[in-house]
C-alpha cells in the first residue's frame, strides 16, 4: 500500500422526480466517500434509497449532505435561519437519511454541509454552532469542513472530528473560501487543471489560489462533482493519474 492517499467523495443522491443530476451509480465505481443529500436541496426518499443501496453495494462510506430546506435554488442562496430551527432541521436531516441507510445496509459515517450553508458558516459563527449542535445531537459524526472557517474551529471545541476537505474543480480567493459561483471563474472547466488539482492536494497538501498564492489546506478528502459536465470521465481521468503516481484512494475513515 502506498504511503500516500486521499479520499474522493462526491455529492450524491440529488435525483429528483425521476431527474438525475449526476451519474450516481458511476460515481460510486470511483470515489471512496459519497454525500448523500437529504431531501431538503434536492432528492426524494426513492432515489435516495437507491443510492444507499448502490454505495453499500460499492462498499463506499456514506455521509449526510444537509441543507437550507431550499429546493429551488438547489441550497444554493443564504437563509438567515434561527439557530434552534437551523440545529433541529440538520438533525432531522441527517436521522432521515440514517434511516434509509440502514435499511440498505449501510449507515451515515459523517456529515458535510452543502451549498450555501457549507460556505455560510466558514464565517457566521450562529449558524457554524447551530450546525455542530445540530450533528452532536444525532451523535458524534465526523464533519466535512472547508479549512480555515470558524466552523471547523467550533467542531473541534466540541468534540467533532473535522475532515478537512479540497475541491477538484473550484477556484480558490486567496483567503482560502470558494470563489463565488456568481462569478465566471468559480469553477475549473480544462481537464488537465482539474487532475493538477488532485495531484496538488494529494502530493503536497496545498492549494493555488487564483492570484498564484499557495494555501496550505492539508485536506484530507477532495470534491469530485458529480453534475458538472462530462464529470465521470473527468474522474476517471484523475484516478488514472492518482494511481500512475502510486497514490492510493481509500476513505479518511
Known amino acids: 500500500m502506498s504511503s500516500l492517499h486521499i479520499d474522493l467523495n462526491a455529492d450524491l443522491g440529488e435525483t429528483t422526480a425521476g431527474n438525475p443530476v449526476a451519474d450516481d451509480h458511476a460515481m460510486l465505481g470511483m470515489v471512496s466517500s459519497a454525500n448523500v443529500a437529504t431531501g431538503f436541496h434536492a432528492g426524494d426518499p426513492q432515489s435516495i434509497a437507491r443510492t444507499l443501496g448502490d454505495a453499500a453495494e460499492a462498499g463506499v462510506v456514506v455521509g449526510a449532505h444537509p441543507a ?99 475541491f477538484a474543480d473550484r477556484n480558490y480567493n486567496p483567503d482560502g473560501t470558494l470563489v463565488s459561483r456568481t462569478l465566471p471563474n468559480a469553477v475549473l472547466h480544462d481537464e488537465k487543471d482539474v487532475v493538477n488539482r488532485v495531484i496538488e492536494v494529494a502530493e503536497t497538501g496545498s492549494i493555488t489560489a487564483v492570484d498564484g498564492t499557495k494555501l496550505a489546506v492539508d485536506a484530507q478528502s477532495v470534491c469530485t462533482h458529480g453534475d458538472s459536465p462530462g464529470s465521470v470521465q473527468l474522474l476517471r481521468n484523475v484516478i488514472d493519474e492518482l494511481h500512475r503516481r502510486d497514490i492510493d484512494i481509500r476513505s479518511f475513515l
Do not use: C, W
Not at 136 to 151: I, R
Open 68 to 166: 437550507y430546506n431550499d429546493p429551488a435554488a438547489f441550497g444554493r442562496r443564504f437563509i438567515d435561519y434561527s439557530p434552534e430551527q437551523l440545529a433541529d432541521e440538520v438533525t432531522y436531516q441527517i436521522g432521515a437519511l440514517d434511516a434509509l441507510a440502514r435499511a440498505k445496509g449501510t449507515k451515515v459515517q459523517y456529515v458535510k454541509p452543502h451549498g450555501a450553508l457549507y460556505n455560510a458558516i466558514v464565517h457566521h459563527k450562529e449558524q457554524a454552532q447551530a450546525v455542530i449542535d445540530g450533528i452532536k445531537a444525532y451523535g458524534d459524526l465526523p464533519v466535512m469542513l472547508l479549512p480555515g472557517g470558524v466552523a471547523v474551529d467550533l467542531a473541534e471545541k466540541s468534540g467533532l472530528t473535522v475532515v478537512r476537505e479540497a
